[in-house]
């Protein structure tokens, strides 16, 4: 099963390892899931990643040891997959919001969930936008 994912949980398992990062950890264990995302998302990563590591207070080292763990675990998909979804997902969300390419691509996916941890994104997308601790419970007690 496809879930497409939002930066906002890869900066959360960066910054806090916590339920995000056992997210990911746990499915390259057990293969339940197979996490995507638009490029845009290594986009804001880049944009922010000196911020990001400051944040972290790891060695530059370890900073990238932990994002490289993380981005091996999500597939990243080129927006001309998606591309023609946009507009529909602009219209859904507004024309500024940052989480367009990922309501697109889930869309394109025939509404693949979101994993994200953005509440306002919840309560727009028309598709399931699972939590880290929602997915994590998933991923526990779901066969």
Do not use: C, W
């Not at 500024?96 to 390419?101: I, R």
């Not at 990922?102 to 028309?126: M, N, T, V, W």
């Amino acid at each position: 099963m496809f879930i497409v994912v939002d930066v906002n949980v890869v900066v959360s398992a960066l910054l806090t390892k916590g339920v995000a990062f056992d997210v990911f950890m746990f499915n390259s264990i057990v293969g339940r899931y197979e996490f995507i995302a638009p490029e845009f998302l290594l986009v804001e990563l880049e944009n922010h990643k000196e911020e990001l590591r400051q944040e972290t207070k790891l060695s530059h080292e370890e900073f990238n040891e932990v994002l490289g763990f993380l981005l091996e675990e999500i597939s990243i998909v080129p927006s001309s997959v998606f591309s023609e979804r946009l507009p529909e997902a602009r219209r859904i969300l507004s024309r500024s919001d940052k989480d367009v390419p990922y309501l697109a691509l889930s869309l394109e996916l025939k509404s693949a969930p979101i994993f994200s941890g953005d509440k306002r994104l919840k309560e727009r997308a028309p598709v399931d936008v699972f939590s880290p601790k929602e997915l994590f419970m998933m991923m526990l007690y779901k066969p």
